[in-house]
Nanobody, 124 residues
Framework: QGQLVESGGGLVQPGGSLRLSCSTR??????IGWFRQPPGQEREFVAV????????DYADSVKGRFTVSRSNVQNAAWLQMNSLRPEDTAVYYC???????????????????WGQGTQVTVSS
């Protein structure tokens, strides 16, 4: 099993875009989820993509603005974030799970491996 490593965070103005990357070497048979933890709040689900990219799921707060994708050839997953808002400010994590069932993939307790996180700050 490998190690998940996020990159691509930074400071962006409201309405801007960022693309987060997650190295997924060793996790080809895992679904990859994205979570975030805003300042002073608990970690929350953002998006998930299944191991064969057959299905995706998004939190209502990001639906239509964020897109999750992956390539098992490139050993990477991405979270494209558009139309960013100040409330998107958070530490973003990628994580891996093998749990079956879409509802379970929204819950962090079913994720066995986590990256170290990358900071995203949306501010003017």
């Amino acid at each position: 099993q490998g190690q998940l490593v996020e990159s691509g965070g930074g400071l962006v103005q409201p309405g801007g875009s960022l693309r987060l990357s997650c190295s997924t070497r060793g996790f080809i048979n895992y679904h990859i989820g994205w979570f975030r933890q805003p300042p002073g709040q608990e970690r929350e689900f953002v998006a998930v993509i299944t191991r064969n990219s057959g299905a995706t799921d998004y939190a209502d707060s990001v639906k239509g603005r964020f897109t999750v994708s992956r390539s098992n050839v490139q050993n990477a997953a991405w979270l494209q974030m558009n139309s960013l808002r100040p409330e998107d400010t958070a530490v973003y994590y990628c994580a891996a799970t093998t749990v079956v069932g879409g509802g379970y993939r929204r819950s962090e307790q079913y994720y066995s491996s986590w990256g170290q996180g990358t900071q995203v700050t949306v501010s003017s």
